[in-house]
Structure formats: structure tokens, C-alpha cells
């Protein structure tokens, strides 16, 4: 062989018993589920659900789930057939509901994010997971990420120091969105959709808690997307006094190389660590002058380090209390926009 060595090919990950899967809800991320099975020999797709008769057929035209039987009813799904583990990816404001019915039958739970859109949702959450001793996991997989693990590593080795400053941004092309995303009651805002990702990643990578936050959004333009804020713009309180901005849009322009535009930047007390799509990882110390970092850790996959935990006793790489935290930041920094007040987390 000559030149750089082949990556070595990925290792099916064997489980101790057959589980039989479910995906109630067909919105979101759901190839975080899907496009791992193949390496997941143990895990059957017994059944998809959704209400939309077009999503149910395009899913299922995908080699994963060719021979999951469908319905339009997750409900129904739930009654007629015998899962391990759901996967709950329909809309936003049916999500809780989706794992109340779940934890009901003590199956295990891969949900998309965010777990509720109020927070009286989201303790209800909290109380059946605790009350059934399911296993649950929230589709977050960007911690998985090289560049994002690798930054991780940097800050907790000291390379910056203390982190007194955290900005993210999330950007992204419009598209085609479905009518769900333009109603409050099934969407929840633009903040715990997409924002609970840079809330874990600046939790996860900075070490520092968010214990406050004051929001502003709004539509401008695109009336056709009804509820659907377009704009975000939410500053933190670290739990040390520092400060942490996050701002979002679905502004992107359609003749942008990508559909998104992610960034993440730490400033800390001895150096500044930055990533950002279009330019790769950077740091910069008191000691050494601007590089870029192309040392990476490989990446995992969320959902097979999921059932690795459940079901082969290993650590997870997302915890419960992490889920927990993103969601209760998300909605207090939602409430601050639509209360127009600072909120503790």
C-alpha cells in the first residue's frame, strides 16, 4: 500500500440480545437512526409511523426500512407492536407526549430535540423516565464531531485556560419547511430547535454552566412562515461570571456553498480556541501564535453509543443530567424572548 493508509473499516457493534425499534415520527434528523443500521446488526426496524402519507413512503423507499411495516398513528404502532426502543422524531409539540407514552411501556427512548416545548412538559418528562427506569438519549450528535471533541480535549487540558467567553453561531438556509414549523403550539421557537445544540456544545466543550440568559427574536420578511423566528439573539451568564452569546438565523443565502453555517469560539484566560465550517479548527495561545489543528480525534456515532450503554453496560458519551440542562437553558432562554425579561436557567 503506498501513500496515506486506508481508514480502517467500521466495526459492526454486537449487542447481547435482538432489539426491536420503532420511530414514531418521521421529521428531524431521523437518519441519526437510520444511516447507522447497517453496522447494527442486532437492531430490527420493526415499524415507522407518521401521519404524512408522502414522508411515510419516502422513508420507506430507504434500505433501512424497506420492511418496516408502517402507520399513520404512532398510537397505534405503540399497541399493536412490541418494541425495545422508540425512536421519536415527529414534531416538536408531540414529542413529550410521544416519550410519556413510551416510558408507559418501559421502552427505551431516542428522541429529537428538544425533549418538550414548556417546561411543565419537560418535568413530566423528567418524572416518567425516573418513574419507568427507561433509558433515554436526545439526538445531539455534534459532540460527537471531531472538531468538537478535539475541543473539548484542548480546554480540558488547560490549553486556554479559564474560559471567560463563549460566542456561537448557528446560520441556516430557509428552504422548504414543513407547516408544523410555522405554528408556536407545535414548534416551540427557533431557540430550543436549533439552539439546544450550541447549549450543549458550550456546556460540553467550555465546562462552565449557563446560569442566566436574556433573549431577543423575530421574524423579519418571509411572512409565509408564520411563527417561525428567523432571527435569535440570547447572551449567558457563566457560572463563574463570565459570558456566553448565541445568535441563530434562518437567513442563509440558497447560493451558499452549505446549508449551514456553524461557529463556535472560546476566548479563555490564556488563549482563544475557535471553529468554524468554512476554515477548520484554530487556537491561538500567550505562548504560541495562531495554528491550525488537524490533529483530530475520531468520530462516534449518537445512537450506537446509545445502545452501547444500554445494552453493553458502557459510558455513555451523552448523559441524562446533560439532556436535562440543554433542554432547561433552551426553554428559560425562550421564555426570556417571549417574556421579555432575564430568566435564570
Known sequence: MTGAMLAAAPVPLRLPRKVRLGVLGLEGHIGEILDPLPLLPDVELVAIADPDTNLLASVARRPAAARARQYADYRKLLEREPLDMAGIC???GERAGAILACAARKIHVVAEKPLAIE???LEGVKRAVAESGI??????????????????????VGRIGEVAQIVAQKSYKLGERPEWMRHRASFGGTIPYIGIHMVDLMRFIGGRDLVEA??????????EMGDLENTTATLFRLDNGGTAALHM????????PTHGDDRLRL???RGVLEFQENTGLSLVTANDPPRAIHDLPPGRRLFPDFLDSVYNGMPAGLGLPDIYRANEIVLAAQESAERRMIMRT
Request: aromatic content about 10%; cysteine-free; overall charge positive.
Open 249 to 256: 438565523d434562518y437567513l442563509r443565502p440558497e447560493a451558499a
Open 90 to 92: 415527529g414534531t416538536n
Open 135 to 156: 433509558r433515554l438519549t436526545m439526538l445531539l450528535p455534534m459532540r460527537f464531531e471531531p472538531p468538537y471533541a478535539a475541543m473539548r480535549q484542548m480546554v480540558a
Open 119 to 121: 417546561r411543565v412538559e
Open 214 to 223: 436574556v433573549s431577543y427574536e423575530a421574524r423579519v420578511g418571509f411572512p
Open 267 to 269: 476566548a479563555g484566560t
